[in-house]
């Protein structure tokens, strides 16, 4: 095909089906080099370059390489055009991963400036390495200027290797001896153009801010002011003095500027200690709320509980913790940190929300002015509900939770943003529904949440043929597994899902999330409009409930393989078999859900 000359303009289009086909294959770098040659050849098609970066950022994403995947990420929205079908979606990924790079970045980063202030061995290797990397540079920078120096050029098109002349600087004499390659039209064009192709037509912005954004940000802050910038090491009257601590007195004065933003000072380093207490903090809730990676938010959680001892964000972690073991259906762990919580923080709001939330929601908060802010922004979201300006409702919600989590409204804000998910049709605002009745039971948000799920159910019985809806002879063929009796886990997937793609996607998320279960994948069956795959060998039906809670969670991962729309379920053998014969998934669907309601 790529060699037919009328896919010339479908090449872009053809290395991505490749490059699908090599990761479902397992050749995932062979895949990385065939989208890049996809995106290089998709110059013209705005909607399949798109598509090819936000590829390179799911594969990056999904090996945890963060920064790569936000590269890619960010190459993907400069590229986006409005008429691409996933245009929000890809919006929404991108901000979200640009927030988690920042946290990511600024603990690491932190953590480094830390070490080097508090471990001599390694400052000095640090900066023996780069004294090492210095003289290389200069040594190779030598070594060009004797070519350059040596080079005899009569005519002005001539030069020494590699290094190009300026060819409109003729007429011999200097000019015609110089070795600057930014001279040359022709090497400008084709770094532009080598440019282009590894990242794009940018503008003259840069996504690596993020690299090294807290080290400017660092260095600015421990630096100390000077009134004469180019003498840094004598003040206003021209007195020498001595910028660096006692310690580092006898430091000789060529090695000075290794030491220069290093936070040896207590106050220097209890600031960056406070950034990785709040990005810690604010990482695992991006984990846990946007991404749905639950067991990565709570690692997050728990080194913020194991680092900062006496943090200011310690209750409402161990609430968070509470909440992702009772969605992972882990009830004894949710009980040590209730326990936890309670003996830690006896008075906090947090204890208070898991007791009677209908005591927080009442209680006067001695910060009035927050409280007045948290009231403007919840009566504002209310009333966008209320005009159908469900993403502005959203966008308030989520703005509010970014500075006053946990706050009295908190209930309230959920239930409206379920509200609004269900006027969007979004599969998560069901799931929003239960997890309210979790989180602030004996409340009348609870009672609401319950009601309208109920509702939500009749509903879907009305929407159902009259055959389902007065025979039930079709729900009652299938049979509650006994106790003892194992369960598989059944994904039902459209039909115009990609099976082999999802295939691979469970079978990687088998190995590095359940590793130890020895899980098979069964085989897929066509049902109707459906694809049936099995997943099967669990060791009781308690860890089959479990991966079903756990896959139900995963929608941000099945988005990422193109499927917008799947279920996750339960299923004995027995009515497996019935299913299988009688053909009818939704009926089976409805049973299930009936069951998992009672």
């Known amino acids: ?36 040659i996809s995106i290089q050849e998709s110059q013209t098609d705005k909607n399949q370059k798109t598509t090819s970066y936000l590829k390179i950022g799911d594969v990056y994403y999904q090996q945890r390489a963060y920064f790569e995947a936000g590269l890619y990420y960010d190459s993907a929205n400069r590229v986006l055009d409005e008429t691409h079908p996933d245009f929000e979606a890809i919006l929404a990924k991108n901000q979200i991963v640009t927030d988690l790079l920042e946290h990511l970045v600024r603990i690491s980063q932190n953590d480094s400036f830390l ?81 282009k192709r590894l990242f794009g037509d940018r503008p003259n912005v840069d996504f690596w801010k993020y690299a090294n954004k807290m080290q400017m940000n660092s260095n600015a802050a421990n630096r100390k002011t000077d009134p004469d910038s180019d003498n840094p090491d004598k003040d206003s009257s021209g007195n020498k003095v001595e910028p660096l ?43 846990a709320e946007k991404l749905n990676e639950y067991e990565t938010a709570q690692n997050q959680y728990l080194s913020l509980l194991r680092r900062f001892h006496q943090s200011q964000f310690a ?42 939330p209908d005591v927080v929601i009442n209680a006067e908060n001695p910060e009035s002015e927050n409280n007045e802010i948290i009231q403007k922004a919840y009566d504002s979201m209310v009333l966008a509900f209320q005009a159908h300006q469900f993403n502005e409702a959203i966008r308030l919600k989520l703005n509010t939770d970014k500075r006053f989590s946990g706050n009295y409204l908190q209930p309230r804000f959920d239930f409206v943003y379920g509200l609004c998910l269900l006027e969007k049709d979004s599969a998560k605002a069901i799931e929003t529904f239960k997890q309210l009745v979790l989180d602030y039971p004996k409340t009348d948000v609870s009672e ?20 389902l809806k ?10 509650l597994h006994k106790t003892g009796e194992k369960l598989d886990a059944l994904l039902v997937l ?51 409930k479990f991966y079903v809670s756990y896959l139900q969670q995963q929608v941000n991962l099945f988005n990422s393989k193109g499927i917008f729309k799947y279920q996750a379920l339960t299923i004995s053998q027995s009515n497996l078999q019935k299913l299988v014969n009688d053909k009818n998934i939704d009926a089976y669907v409805n049973w299930y859900q009936s069951q998992v309601a009672n």
């Open 470 to 479: 007065t025979n039930n002879a079709q729900t009652s063929l299938f049979t």
């Open 115 to 195: 070490r080097l202030a508090q471990d001599e061995s390694f400052l000095k290797e640090k900066i023996k390495t780069a004294k090492r990397k210095e003289k290389e540079a200069a040594d190779k920078a030598k070594e060009l200027a004797d070519r350059a120096k040596n080079a005899s050029a009569p005519n002005p098109f001539n030069s020494s290797p590699g290094m190009p002349v300026n060819p409109n600087m003729g007429g011999g004499g200097n000019s015609g001896g110089s070795s600057f390659p930014f001279y040359n039209v022709v090497t400008r064009k084709n770094g532009l153009t080598e440019f």
């Open 1 to 36: 095909m790529l060699k037919d000359d009328k896919n010339l303009e479908y090449k872009g289009q053809i290395y991505y089906r490749m490059a699908l086909n090599e990761l479902d294959a397992g050749n995932t770098e062979k895949a990385l080099e065939t989208l890049k």
């Open 494 to 544: 459209p039909k115009e899902s990609n099976i082999n793609i999802a295939k691979a996607m469970i079978s990687d998320l088998n190995k590095k999330e359940f590793s130890f279960d020895n899980l098979v994948l069964g085989r897929n069956i066509p049902l109707g409009d459906s694809y049936l795959l099995l997943i099967e060998n669990f060791e009781n039906a308690e860890k089959t």
């Open 448 to 467: 609401r949440a319950k009601s309208l799920l109920e509702s939500l159910d009749k509903r879907s019985m009305a929407l159902l043929p009259d055959s």
């Open 245 to 287: 601590s006692d310690r580092l007195k006898n430091i000789a004065q060529e090695d000075r500027k290794y030491y220069q933003g290093i936070p040896f000072e207590p106050k220097e380093q209890e600031i960056l200690l406070q950034g990785i207490e709040n990005s810690l903090f604010q990482s695992a809730g991006i984990y």
């Open 315 to 356: 209750p409402q972690s161990l609430y968070e913790l509470i909440k992702i073991h009772r969605i992972q259906n882990q009830p004894s762990l949710a009980r040590l940190y209730t326990d936890t919580l309670k003996t830690r923080f006896p008075e906090s709001i947090y204890v208070r929300m898991l007791d009677n």
